[in-house]
């Protein structure tokens, strides 16, 4: 099955700069990438996704990145702010091969330093 | 629009003792799922379901057991717990058709002592 590796597991940044984390997936069939956050003591949340024939998308102040041949797939954030502290996880799914779940990584903790 | 809800928020049970976690939807999404999120692990699929009356396992289905009650509800029961069971338990629903997005309820957390 799927494999998905996240990286870093924890992420400080000062408020303002920009942050990056990567994943990785196994499964060259996978062609649909979300990205969820989530705050404490609540569900995950999707903040932006990208499927495998797009690059790149982008939405304000986040961006996610797709390399396909490398099986890699990044999410952007610029101008941090104190509100984007959070855990972020990336996940991967083979869309239209029926009602499979998303297969996550092992998430970011991403903390924004005043 | 209450979107996706769980009930119970918390839960305390004993070893060997059962319990079923609740989970609507009024989206009239056909797909739904359970999760579990340990410490470090990211969310783990437990089951699905694509549609009304149809179950499928997912990554981790054993201790589990779940029912699609109907187009808005997906039930998880846990018919023996064990400490192995402590986590915290999320559903999703989704579309299905034309969309990928999956929607996240707020979580029940469940300690088996």
């Keep these: 099955g799927e494999n998905v590796e996240q990286h870093p597991s924890t992420l400080s940044v000062q ?21 969820y956050k989530q705050e404490l003591g609540k569900g995950p949340q999707l903040i932006i996704d990208i499927r495998s024939n797009v690059g790149e998308k982008k939405d304000q102040r986040i961006a996610v990145t797709l ?25 991967a799914r083979i869309s239209g091969g029926g009602a499979d779940g998303l297969t996550f990584g092992k998430g970011t903790h991403l903390i924004i330093q005043p | 629009n209450a979107g996706v809800t769980q009930t119970p928020k918390f839960q305390v049970l004993k070893t060997g003792q059962s319990m079923t976690l609740q989970c609507a939807q009024d989206m009239n999404h056909n797909s739904m799922y359970w999760y579990r999120q340990d410490p470090g ?8 379901s694509a549609s009304e009356g149809t179950t499928d396992k997912g990554e981790v289905p054993n201790g589990y057991n779940v029912s699609r009650l109907n187009k808005r509800e997906f039930s998880l029961r846990l018919e023996s717990a064990a400490p192995s069971q402590t986590s915290v338990y999320f559903c999703a629903s989704r579309v299905v058709t034309g969309k990928d997005e999956q929607f996240f309820g707020p979580g029940t957390r469940l300690t088996v002592l």
């Design chain 1, 15 to 35: 408020e303002g700069d920009s942050a990056v984390i990567k994943c990785t997936y196994s499964d060259s069939a996978s062609n649909y990438f979300p990205w």
């Design chain 2, 41 to 48: 692990m990211g969310l783990r699929l437990i089951y699905y």
């Design chain 1, 67 to 91: 390399n396909k041949t490398a099986k890699h797939f990044s999410l952007h954030i610029t101008e941090t702010q104190p509100e984007d502290s959070a855990v972020y996880f990336c996940a």
